[in-house]
C-alpha cells in the first residue's frame, strides 16, 4: 500500500510513474484524494461532536440537556456510518493502488524488458535433439499420463530418478542458502486472506488462486507466507535485516488456455520453489537486492545451464514491486528463455499493508521495514532445460555435477531404460 500522504505531497510525480505501468483509465488519483478529504472531514466532525457530548455528561443534566445529548448520539451514530462507508471504499481504492517503480524501470509491458546479464553459451547439438517431455518419458523419469488420470491437465508426476534429481535440486539448494546466512522456513501451505491481502496478492489475483471452503487459500509462491511472517509485529533496529528462505510446493489457476509448445512442465498448476525473503531497514533494501540477484545467479550459474537477466519494464511488474528481475533459462524445444526466478523489491508497500515495523535506535520513532523476494529457485523449468540442455545423442542426460553428491552413488548420467 501507497503512503497517502507522499501521494497528496507528490500527486504529479506519482501519476507520471504510476502510467509506466497502468493506462490513464485505470488510474484515478483525484477520487482517493477527494475520498481522503471526504474522510478527515468526517472524522473531525465526529471528534467535535464526542467532544461536545463529552462537556455534557460533565455538567448536571436538565431536559435541554437530556435532548441535545439525544441528538448528538444519533448525529454520531449516522456520522460513524457514513465515515465507514467511506472507509471502506478508501481502502479498496488504496489497496487496489499498485507500486510505484523505481526510476530507472522503463514503461510498457514485458516486450520493453532489457537483458542485462547473459551467462555461457547457446548449446549446440551435433544430433537431433528432443525436448524435454520426449526425454522424461523415454528415461522414465516423469509420468504425465497418470498426473493427468490422477488431477487433470497440467500435472505431473516425478518418478524414480525423476524424482530423486528434482529432490537433489531442492537440497542444492537449501545447502546454498543455509551456508549464505539464510535461516530456512518450511511454512504453512495455506493461508488467510488478510495474508494474501499484505503480500500483495489480493485483491488483484483472487481468480488466480485456489481457495477453499474455509476461505483459505493455497499458496501460490512462499513469498506469501514470508511477508506475514511479521505480521503486525515492531521489531528492533538490531534484528535486522532478517534473512529467510522457505520451501513450499505452489499452486495456481494459470487460467487460459496453454500455447503448444508449454506442455510439459513449463507451465503447471503445481510445482516446488524454494524462495528467499528479506526484511531490512529502508536505506539497506537496495544493497540486498543486489545481494539476493547474486544468490540466484550464482545458484544458476553452479548448474551449468545457459541463461540470461533481464530487467522488467513497469507493466510486467508484480503489482507489489517497484524493480523485478528475471532470470531466465533457455529451453532450446522452444528457442526461448523462460523464467526460473523474478528477483524483487517491494521497499515498504507490503510493510504498510500488513503493519510490519521497526524502532529506529537513533529516533526511538517506529519506521516501516522494507520487503525483497526472489525464486531460489523454481524448479519446474529447471529440469527440462537441464533434460534439453545436457542431453546426448544416445538419449541419456549429464546430471549437473552440483547436484550428484545429492543423488544416490553420485549419479552422474541418467541412461535410457
Given amino acids: 500500500?501507497?503512503?497517502?500522504?507522499?501521494?497528496?505531497?507528490?500527486?504529479?510525480?506519482?501519476?507520471?510513474?504510476?502510467?509506466?505501468?497502468?493506462?490513464?483509465?485505470?488510474?484515478?488519483?483525484?477520487?482517493?484524494?477527494?475520498?481522503?478529504?471526504?474522510?478527515?472531514?468526517?472524522?473531525?466532525?465526529?471528534?467535535?461532536?464526542?467532544?461536545?457530548?463529552?462537556?455534557?455528561?460533565?455538567?448536571?443534566?436538565?431536559?435541554?440537556?437530556?435532548?441535545?445529548?439525544?441528538?448528538?448520539?444519533?448525529?454520531?451514530?449516522?456520522?460513524?456510518?457514513?465515515?465507514?462507508?467511506?472507509?471502506?471504499?478508501?481502502?479498496?481504492?488504496?489497496?487496489?493502488?499498485?507500486?510505484?517503480?523505481?526510476?530507472?524501470?522503463?514503461?510498457?509491458?514485458?516486450?520493453?524488458?532489457?537483458?542485462?546479464?547473459?551467462f555461457g553459451e547457446l548449446p549446440k547439438f551435433t544430433f537431433m535433439p528432443k525436448d524435454h517431455v520426449e526425454l522424461a518419458t523415454s528415461l522414465d523419469i516423469i509420468d504425465y499420463e497418470r498426473a493427468a488420470k490422477m488431477s487433470g491437465s497440467g500435472f505431473w508426476i516425478y518418478k524414480g530418478v525423476g524424482a530423486l534429481l528434482e529432490w537433489a535440486l531442492l537440497n542444492y539448494f537449501i545447502d546454498f542458502h543455509t551456508q549464505n546466512g539464510y535461516t530456512f522456513i518450511i511454512p504453512p501451505f495455506l493461508l488467510n486472506e488478510a495474508s494474501a491481502t499484505a503480500s500483495g496478492h489480493l485483491p488483484k489475483f483472487y481468480d488466480d488462486l485456489f481457495w477453499t471452503e474455509d476461505k483459505l487459500c493455497l499458496n501460490a509462491t512462499s513469498e506469501m507466507m514470508l511477508g506475514n511472517y511479521h505480521r503486525d509485529e515492531i521489531l528492533t533496529e538490531a534484528e535486522l535485516p532478517h534473512k529467510y528462505f522457505a520451501y513450499s510446493p505452489c499452486f495456481r489457476r494459470e487460467a487460459g488456455s496453454y500455447r503448444k509448445e508449454e506442455r510439459g512442465m513449463i507451465r503447471g498448476h503445481q510445482f516446488n520453489k524454494v524462495e528467499m525473503f528479506q526484511y531490512t531497514k529502508p536505506e539497506e533494501s537496495w544493497s540486498a537486492f543486489s545481494d539476493m540477484r547474486s544468490q540466484a545467479e550464482k545458484l544458476l550459474a553452479g548448474l551449468g545451464l545457459h541463461f540470461q537477466t533481464s530487467q522488467l519494464a513497469a507493466g510486467d511488474c508484480s503489482a507489489a514491486m517497484v524493480k523485478t528481475l528475471d532470470l531466465e533459462v533457455w529451453i532450446p524445444s522452444m528457442g526461448i528463455y523462460k523464467e526460473v526466478s523474478s528477483v524483487s523489491n517491494a521497499l515498504d508497500y507490503q510493510c504498510r499493508r500488513g503493519v510490519m515495523r521497526f524502532k529506529n535506535k537513533e529516533t526511538g520513532k517506529t519506521e516501516f521495514m522494507h520487503t525483497l523476494n526472489g525464486s531460489g529457485l523454481a524448479t519446474s523449468r529447471l529440469l527440462p532445460a537441464i533434460l534439453e540442455q545436457f542431453q546426448q545423442a544416445d538419449g541419456s542426460v549429464i546430471i549437473p555435477e552440483v547436484l550428484r553428491r545429492f543423488m544416490p552413488n553420485n549419479l552422474a548420467v541418467i541412461a535410457v531404460k
Fill in 1 to 118: 500500500m501507497l503512503d497517502i500522504k507522499y501521494i497528496r505531497d507528490n500527486e504529479a510525480k506519482v501519476k507520471t510513474a504510476l502510467l509506466k505501468r497502468l493506462a490513464p483509465e485505470d488510474l484515478d488519483l483525484a477520487s482517493i484524494l477527494a475520498l481522503d478529504d471526504e474522510r478527515k472531514e468526517a472524522i473531525k466532525k465526529v471528534e467535535e461532536l464526542k467532544s461536545e457530548r463529552n462537556k455534557f455528561s460533565k455538567i448536571k443534566p436538565d431536559a435541554a440537556t437530556i435532548a441535545r445529548m439525544k441528538s448528538l448520539g444519533e448525529e454520531i451514530a449516522a456520522l460513524d456510518r457514513s465515515l465507514a462507508k467511506i472507509e471502506l471504499e478508501f481502502s479498496a481504492k488504496m489497496l487496489a493502488l499498485p507500486n510505484i517503480p523505481a526510476d530507472d524501470v522503463v514503461a510498457g509491458g514485458k516486450e520493453n524488458n532489457q537483458v542485462i546479464y547473459t
